[in-house]
């Protein structure tokens, strides 16, 4: 292996060199995990809200939240304005989790290396909890954004998260998803249709929205839109390769699902070595599209590499 020298590399990004992408992670993880903890206070009927939490805290890379931080942060917001519309893509995620594991959909014993939401509170409880964080999380965008963020982009994260959430994007990902499910002949159209849905319009709206809210130009908007959407389909080849290459101690689930239910992927289709080099090529190019941003955009052009360098 090729030690890589960023300073000899980059010599004009003076950041680059002191940029050290596990510290940055780390500490916003843990910002998060405050935030996160911080959104929910367990009161009557404590079952629900236990549900909940169970879920939301369970661990998990928080590469959404973090997006959207380090989004805000390059159009020159702060933590503060931004944290609001992190933890409401962090709730919105953990809800489609819950519901994808349920014995009606995916059927999942475990997710971030503990029991499912459904195992240990019964399915019930479980639908209701995603239900409950999918509220919360526009109830907490609508109220904990600081008062010095203007209320129109308040109001254009809100109707964002709900595209990205609804039949235009996560739902109607996840039933094409399920439609598609031991039928050999998919194709890639329907491929990248689910994927764009399922996993990339969330990224997407982590990425714009964290713009959106420190007051991103027209501008920044499309150049966000196409960084996230590149990351989004990278994640997901990514994440069908961990499928088949990882554990189920690295990934917290059930390892080689997608084989043993038949489903086409991107490595199925492609093979692995062809998947991640498309995967690369995705990254590559959603970090050219922020070129403009100078020594701003090394945060997240360092989370697009990683998206493609986990392990988990
Ligand atoms: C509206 C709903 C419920 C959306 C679910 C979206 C989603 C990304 C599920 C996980 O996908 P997966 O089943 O392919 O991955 P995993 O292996 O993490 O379960
Ligand atoms: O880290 P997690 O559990 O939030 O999952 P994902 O890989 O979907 O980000
Ligand atoms: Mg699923
Ligand atoms: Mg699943």
């Known amino acids: 292996m090729v030690a890589t020298d960023k300073r000899l590399e980059t010599p004009k990004k003076s950041e680059s060199a002191s940029f050290n992408l596990a510290t940055y992670l780390k500490e916003r993880q843990q910002l998060c995990e405050q935030a996160l903890d911080n959104s929910i206070t367990v009161v009557y009927p404590e079952k629900i809200y236990e549900a909940m939490r ?3 805290l369970a661990g998990g890379k928080r590469v959404r939240p973090i997006l959207c931080l380090a989004t805000a942060d390059m159009i020159g917001g702060t933590i503060e304005m931004a944290m609001p519309t992190a933890c409401a893509v962090e709730m919105i995620h953990t809800m489609s989790l819950i519901h994808d594991d349920l014995p009606a959909m995916d059927n ?3 997710r971030r290396g503990k029991l499912t939401n459904h195992k240990v509170y019964g399915e019930d409880v479980a639908i209701l909890a995603g239900d409950g964080l999918l509220a919360l999380a526009f109830e907490h965008v609508a109220t904990q954004t600081p008062a010095n963020v203007p209320r129109d982009r308040v109001l254009q994260v809100i109707i964002r998260l709900g595209k990205a959430l609804g039949a235009a994007g996560l739902v109607g990902g996840q039933v094409v998803d399920l439609e598609s499910e031991g039928k050999s002949d998919i194709s890639l159209e329907t491929l990248n249709f689910i994927h764009n849905h399922k996993t990339a319009a969330l990224l997407e709206a982590c990425v714009v929205c964290g713009g959106i809210i420190a007051g991103a130009s027209a501008e920044d908007v499309q150049k966000l839109t196409r960084y996230s959407q590149n990351i989004g389909l990278a994640f997901q080849i990514i994440d069908d390769i961990l499928d088949i290459t990882a554990t189920q101690e690295q990934l917290g689930k059930t390892a ?4 043993t239910a038949q489903k086409v992927t991107y490595p199925s ?8 080099a498309k ?6 190019e959603a970090c ?3 070129e403009s941003y100078g020594e701003k955009a090394i945060p997240l052009q360092a989370l697009a590499h990683f998206i493609t360098s986990r392990n988990h």
């Open 54 to 56: 169970y879920s939301l």
């Open 108 to 110: 999942d014993d475990y």
């Open 256 to 259: 080689g699902k997608d084989l």
């Open 269 to 276: 289709l492609w093979g692995i070595e062809e998947s991640r």
């Open 279 to 284: 995967a690369q090529q995705l990254v590559a």
């Open 288 to 290: 050219a599209e922020l």
